[in-house]
DNA sequence: ACTGATGTTTGACTTAAGTCAAGGCGCAAC
DNA sequence: GTTGCGCCTTGACTTAAGTCAAACATCAGT
């Protein structure tokens, strides 16, 4: 497949005439990241963004002491690296591949310079930035307002309601990364999985949740009941 | 004043030409809220935006048990309400007038028509959004990984390198809303300035605090020290 | 298939921070 | 001035969640 096509075939650039299209294709370069590599750091110079072509990516923070907080975890198709574009000259969090990942990547300048002359991309590209807005401000809400139960019920009814047919879940990352996005450690997860468990909301299995009880998990969600 | 020159004034609008300034001019509208009312409520549909000519507005949600978090404090030339205006079609958080507040407001759909004509504006809302972003990353990072002692300090220090002159940083929000501002409560943090008093790296009276000890602060908003 | 590295669970313990309740302070209105 | 109402502080208590340590399961790479 050729660039041009490539790029059209992304959710972000669609409605983009395959004029416009070629332009962003002259200024992707594709990046090959295998498992565990780092795209950049936090805190390193805001040189481009990616758009994931296949694989699996996470963003985060450190804290001194070592523990991890994700902020996202992104697949196929979706952006990352796109506030340092158009803000401040540094990432505000690292990015990290979970799997072996293709990318394309754009050099800042000369998307902005893309940009200013597609006025539909800008919009899109406001679109995107609008959506990772709203999607920290609901962190901040749960990370401040929420106990862990709740967090967890939240993150497993997003699941759900993503989820193809069945009322099974399936995880796609380990239960330590799941700890990192849901702000905890693992062994406070374990337990709390264990008492949903228990307490017949949901059943857990190595690599997949089977939800048994919705409503339960959503009054959870929303503070009006408490695991035992 | 009239509103071509209002609007030239607004940081946001900085570059843009006067015929660019007198096509916002002309959807803008000016509105008055009064101490404690609300310009909107998390949920309802995101109708425009706003900017702040005076006054102090907070961004916040509350939990169902009534507990608020603070997204931001804003002030004079300040937008808000930016987020829904490019995706969904509600206000993620709640905005309410803390004093007396004049705001233009500028509605979704024409300020939308008039950004896709003028690309300079699409680059100075993509940069207002990439700063939001970064400074709710960094909220996210010190609900998750500090403790409130770290992010008290971090605040102070805030306010300590945006003050004008002197070592004494005056408070402009009651230390209720600090409190929700810093994901905590008023009691816990009376009984944290307290402790930093007690240590000499503050001073505390009513409506200022005194910097005593700048480093120790900045340890503590590390991760590098603790209290005793 | 083996094997070392990662990921997961469990138990005992510690602790930061929240809750509840009472009292003091300070400003605004009468 | 004094009354009254938010704001702020303090103390005693509770609790969610983190730490540390040990054992076990699972996975990826040789």
């Known amino acids: 497949m050729d660039m041009t096509q490539t790029i059209a075939s992304i959710p972000l650039f669609a409605g983009l005439t395959p004029m416009q299209c070629a332009s962003l294709g002259a200024i992707a370069v594709c990046r090959t990241f295998s498992r565990g590599q780092s795209f950049f750091y936090e805190g390193d110079e805001g040189i481009g963004f990616y758009v994931i072509l296949s694989g699996k990516v996470k963003i985060f923070k450190l804290s001194s002491e070592g523990k991890e907080q994700i902020f996202h975890i992104l697949e196929e198709h979706e952006p990352f690296g796109e506030a340092a574009v158009f803000?401040?000259?540094?990432?505000?969090?690292?990015?990290?591949?979970?799997?072996?990942?293709?990318?394309?990547?754009?050099?800042?300048?000369?998307?902005?310079?893309?940009?200013?002359?597609?006025?539909?991309?800008?919009?899109?590209?406001?679109?995107?930035?609008?959506?990772?807005?709203?999607?920290?401000?609901?962190?901040?809400?749960?990370l401040s307002l929420k106990e862990v139960p709740g967090r967890l019920a939240a993150y497993l009814l997003y699941l759900y309601e993503h989820n193809d047919d069945s009322a099974t879940v399936k995880l796609d990352i380990s239960k330590n990364q799941m700890a990192g996005l849901l702000g905890t450690i693992p062994e406070t997860l374990s337990r709390i999985l264990k008492r949903m468990n228990d307490e017949k909301l949901i059943k857990v299995t190595t690599r997949s949740i089977l939800i048994l009880n919705e409503q339960g998990l959503a009054d959870l969600a929303r503070g009006a009941r408490r695991l035992a």
Do not use: C, N, W
């Not at 899109?124 to 930035?129: P, R």
């Open 87 to 142: 803000a401040g000259e540094h990432y505000p969090a690292s990015a990290q591949a979970l799997v072996e990942t293709r990318s394309l990547f754009f050099p800042r300048l000369k998307f902005v310079e893309v940009i200013s002359r597609e006025p539909s991309l800008a919009l899109s590209m406001l679109a995107l930035l609008s959506l990772r807005l709203r999607k920290l401000a609901s962190l901040v809400e749960d």
